[in-house]
C-alpha cells in the first residue's frame, strides 16, 4: 500500500467495525467470578495503537467507550451496569488506552519486538483496569454503594479487589491475543502468511 | 449465533423513513443537540428537568411521527434490572436523620430521599434510551457521517484528519456486516474442526469459555485486517486523497437550522451554571 493515510484509515475503521461487533454479539464480555464479566473489547484498541499510532488507538478507544456506554444502557447485565451510564466513566478513561500503550510500544521498541508487544499490551489493560475503576469511585462513590449493597469507606477497598480479580485475567488475555493477532498482521504485509493468498 | 441478530430484535439503531421536519433536520443540529442532552442527563441532579427533558424527546418523537410505542419496546431489557435495583434500595438504604417516612411496612421504611433516588436513577436511563434511541430513528448513517464532518468544518483548514476521521467512521459502519460474516464463517469453521463453541457461556464455565474464545477471536481479528489492506489497496487503485474533496449534494445550514445550531451550545450550558449556581447558594 502506498499512502500511509490510507492504511491508517482502513486499518482504524476495521478495527472499530470489530470492537462494534464484539459489543453487539456479547463476544467482547466473559463472565467471570464475582458477577463483572472480564472483557476483550481494549485488545482492538492497542492492536490499532501499536499498528497505526496514537490517534488510531485514540478513535478505536472512543468506539469501545460510546458501545460500552449504549450497551450498559440499552441491555444492561447486572446493577453496576447502570453507573456506566455516564460518559465520565465509561468513555473518558478509555480514550487512553490507546495513547499509553503506543508510548510503551515505542519505548520498547528494539531488537525484541514481541516484548514490546507484551508489554505495550499489559500496560494498555493496566491503563483501562485502573482508570476505568478510578473514575467509578470518584464520580459514583455513594451509588456504587447503594448498588452493591456494601458501605461508602468499603469502595476503595472493592474497587481494588475487583481490579485484582479482573484485571489478572484480562492482561493475561491481553498479551496472549495481542501477540497473535499483530505478529499474524505482520505476517501478512510481508506475505509470508498463509491467508494472504488465500482468496 | 442467535446473538448476531441482536440488531434486529430491540428498536434501538432502526431508522424510520418518515418525510418530516424532523428527518430533514440539518444532521450536525441533531448531533450537537442529543450531545449536548447526554451532558444534561448526567451533570444534573434535578429530578423536574430530568422529567421535562423526557417530556421534551417524548413530544419530538411524535412531531417525528414515531409510535411511542417503538421507544417504550426499546426500554423493555432494562426493566428486570430496574426492579432489581429498587428491591436493593429498599433493602439497604439507611434513612438518615432529616428524612420524612412516607410508609411503613414493619421494618421497611419508604422514605423521601429514597423515593428521589430511585426516581433519578431511572429516570436518567429512561432518558438516555429515548434520546439515542429518537436519534437513530430520525437520521441515516450516512447522514450522521456528513454532521460530523459538517461540526468539524472549522478545524478542516489545519488538519487533513478531519476528512479522513469522517471517511473512517463511513468505513466503520459499512464494515459491520463484513466483520460478522467473517464471525460466522470462523464460527464454523472450528465447530466443524470439533470446537464446541456454545451459547451457554454461564454454564460452562469461565476457563472453558476462555480456551472457545482464543481460536475464535484471533482469526477473525486477522483476517479482517486482512479485508482492511484489499480495501486499501483498492482506495489507493483509485487514488483516494482525503484533502480537497467535494460533495454532490453539499450540507447547506438554513438561517433557521443556525440558530437551532448554536442554542443547542448555549441552551445546556446556561442550565448547568444555573444549577450549579443554586447548589452553591
Known amino acids: 500500500m502506498e499512502t500511509k493515510m490510507v492504511r491508517t484509515i482502513v486499518i482504524t475503521a476495521v478495527l472499530s467495525a470489530l470492537s462494534i461487533v464484539f459489543a453487539v454479539t456479547s463476544l467482547g464480555y466473559i463472565p467471570w467470578f464475582g458477577g463483572i464479566s472480564i472483557t476483550i473489547m481494549h485488545i482492538p484498541v492497542i492492536v490499532a495503537a501499536i499498528l497505526e499510532g496514537p490517534i488510531a488507538g485514540t478513535i478505536v478507544g472512543l468506539v469501545f ?26 468513555v473518558l478513561p478509555r480514550l487512553f488506552i490507546g495513547v499509553v500503550a503506543w508510548l510503551i510500544f515505542t519505548a520498547f521498541n528494539g531488537k525484541i519486538k514481541p516484548l514490546a508487544v507484551a508489554c505495550s499490551a499489559f500496560f494498555g489493560t493496566a491503563t483501562n483496569t485502573i482508570l476505568v475503576l478510578t473514575m467509578l469511585g470518584l464520580t459514583s462513590a455513594i451509588r456504587l454503594a447503594e448498588v452493591i449493597g456494601i458501605n461508602v469507606n468499603a469502595v476503595p477497598k472493592t474497587l481494588i479487589g475487583i481490579a485484582w480479580a479482573n484485571g489478572v485475567p484480562e492482561a493475561i488475555g491481553s498479551i496472549v491475543i495481542t501477540l497473535a493477532v499483530v505478529f499474524g498482521y505482520w505476517g501478512i504485509t510481508k506475505g509470508k502468511a498463509k491467508i494472504a493468498k488465500e482468496e | 449465533m442467535k446473538s448476531i441478530e441482536f440488531f434486529r430484535n430491540i428498536p434501538f439503531g432502526q431508522y424510520i423513513d418518515n418525510d418530516t421536519f424532523l428527518h430533514r433536520l440539518s444532521p450536525a443540529v441533531k448531533i450537537v443537540w442529543v450531545f449536548m442532552i447526554i451532558v444534561l442527563i448526567t451533570g444534573i441532579n434535578s429530578l423536574v428537568i430530568l422529567l421535562s427533558l423526557l417530556i421534551i424527546t417524548f413530544s419530538l418523537a411524535l412531531l417525528a411521527r414515531i409510535n411511542p410505542n417503538f421507544i417504550l419496546r426499546g426500554l423493555l431489557p432494562i426493566f428486570g434490572i430496574v426492579v432489581f435495583i429498587i428491591i436493593l434500595q429498599l433493602l439497604f438504604f439507611k434513612p438518615t436523620g432529616a428524612d420524612i417516612a ?40 450516512a447522514d450522521t457521517v456528513q454532521g460530523i464532518e459538517y461540526l468539524m468544518k472549522p478545524f478542516s483548514k489545519y488538519s487533513p484528519w478531519v476528512h479522513a476521521f469522517a471517511m473512517t467512521i463511513n468505513i466503520t459502519f459499512r464494515f459491520v456486516p463484513i466483520v460478522i460474516g467473517e464471525l460466522e464463517l470462523i464460527v464454523k469453521a472450528q465447530v466443524s474442526r470439533g470446537s464446541s463453541f456454545s451459547e451457554k457461556k454461564l454454564f460452562t464455565g469461565p476457563i472453558k469459555a476462555i480456551k472457545d474464545y482464543l481460536p475464535l477471536i484471533v482469526p477473525v481479528i486477522v483476517r479482517s485486517l486482512d479485508k482492511a489492506m484489499l480495501l486499501g489497496d483498492a482506495m489507493d487503485a483509485r487514488c483516494y486523497r482525503s484533502q480537497g474533496r467535494t460533495r454532490y449534494r453539499a450540507l447547506k445550514h438554513t438561517y433557521m437550522e443556525n440558530i437551532l445550531l448554536y442554542l443547542g451550545f448555549v441552551l445546556p450550558v446556561a442550565v448547568l451554571v444555573v444549577s450549579f449556581v443554586k447548589k452553591i447558594a
Open chain 2, 102 to 141: 412516607i410508609i411503613t411496612l414493619g421494618k421497611l421504611v419508604i422514605t423521601k430521599n429514597l423515593i428521589v433516588t430511585l426516581a433519578g436513577i431511572i429516570l436518567r436511563f429512561v432518558d438516555f434510551m429515548t434520546v439515542v434511541t429518537l436519534f437513530t430513528a430520525i437520521t441515516t448513517e
Open chain 1, 65 to 90: 467507550g460510546l458501545t460500552s456506554l449504549l450497551k450498559a444502557a440499552s441491555a444492561p447485565t447486572g446493577p453496576v451496569d447502570l453507573l456506566f451510564v455516564n460518559p465520565l466513566v465509561s
